[in-house]
């Protein structure tokens, strides 16, 4: 991830190739990854999570550095397409695999530290990482691919023995479970207003770093800012997450989309760049602490429990697209309104969505309670 924060600004900047076609490339990987997601996620209910972990992490350990090569859009496309498909698998299987390891009480605390974790290892990566792109991008790319090549030897020697797994019914085709799951009316629904929270983070993680280098703030500075980001939710994601698990993973939701909102608008209405980063950077920081667990603990309880992996894929698709898109739509709209009314934009469309999941809240609660009532115990 801290590679990729820099990508965008290595592509249009040493590569010469224009922010649309990135952000086209950006989009094309996400969605390639978003629909093989569910795939996989289905797979994983079948045959288990452990092996599709360990061979989407060799895989991408090989795609990620040829990224060097990348020398104009054909290239670029190629590049993308490779690296969406070898990572369509983590994000899926990985969640599934946390949430068949939690109890169902305790599932957004192990979200929260597997979040964390996560978070802490981009605060350690994303600021040198910015000091080492300013310098050369050959040396960043081989300790991604060494980073990829440790997880793989996690996966192989760390996570040993027989794990939890809620299989499918052998007589229900892989097929029939994934198509079951794109015609859950209330996923669908969920989907449709939760998908601002992918979208944001694409915003802060893909967009940001290009919005201040247009305004010409450097690398280190913009690794230092999004460094801040991860050390708030390093230090706060657990008990944030502990706090909420009573009042279920729908209750804060609203609040955390206007939130978002609020983050966005900094980008357009602080005039000095680095002020509106940084405090744009730091709003949705804490805002992170809320969604980031929230959002996965929501789809699990709408999932049947044999299918959770096939949900976890499906959400995936939502993200994928979500994210991908942030850095496309940017370019388009940088290009024709600018980027102060980009930002009033997107801070418009998801404070609209925080409205809907307050208006929601209570319905997809009900409905997700009387899926768990209807569950088999165990």
């Not at 994000?91 to 949430?99: C, N, R, T, Y």
């Not at 980009?342 to 969505?353: E, H």
Request: glycine share 10%.
């Amino acid at each position: 991830m801290s590679l990729v924060t820099f990508l965008g600004i290595y592509f249009v900047r040493e590569a010469g190739i224009a922010l649309a076609t990135v952000g086209a490339a950006f989009l094309c990987e996400n969605l390639l990854r978003g629909l093989a997601a569910p795939m996989f996620g289905a797979l994983s209910d079948r045959v288990g999570r452990r092996p599709l972990l360990l061979g989407a992490s060799l895989a991408t350990a090989a795609v990620m550095p040829c990224f060097l090569l990348v020398e104009g859009p054909l290239s670029l496309f190629a590049w993308s397409l490779a690296m969406g498909a070898a990572s369509a698998v983590k994000m899926p299987v990985g969640s599934a695999l946390l949430l068949d390891l939690a109890p169902v009480e305790r599932r957004q605390s192990v979200l929260a530290v597997n979040y964390t974790v996560v978070s802490v290892a981009y605060t350690l990566a994303v600021t040198p990482a910015g000091y080492v792109a300013e310098q050369g991008y050959g040396l960043l790319a081989v300790l991604s691919a060494a980073g990829y090549l440790l997880v793989a030897a996690l996966y192989l020697f760390g996570l040993r023995g027989p794990l939890p797994l809620e299989a499918s019914p052998s007589n229900e085709a892989l097929y029939r479970n994934l198509v079951s799951v794109f015609r859950d009316k209330v996923l669908l629904g969920f989907a449709a207003v939760a998908f601002v929270f992918p979208f944001g983070m694409g915003l802060i993680a893909f967009v940001s770093p290009l919005f201040a280098a247009d305004r010409g703030l450097g690398e280190g500075f913009i690794g230092l800012v999004l460094g801040l980001n991860s050390v708030i939710v390093a230090l706060l994601a657990v008990p944030v997450a502990t706090r909420m698990e009573h009042a279920g993973p729908f209750g804060w939701l609203g609040w955390a989309a206007l939130m978002v909102a609020a983050a966005l608008a900094c980008f357009g209405g602080v005039p000095h760049a680095g002020a509106a980063f940084i405090a744009a950077t730091v709003i949705f920081s804490f805002v992170e602490l809320v969604f980031s667990s929230a959002v996965p603990a929501a789809v699990a309880r709408l999932a049947p429990p044999c299918r959770r992996g096939a949900y976890q894929g499906a959400w995936t698709l939502v993200g994928s697209f979500s994210m991908g898109s942030a850095l496309f739509v940017s370019g388009l709209l940088r290009d024709a309104v600018g980027w102060p009314t980009a930002w009033s934009a997107y801070a418009a469309v998801t404070a609209a969505a925080g409205l809907a999941l307050f208006a929601w809240r209570a319905r997809f609660k009900a409905l997700s309670d009387s899926r768990s009532a209807a569950a088999p115990a165990g």
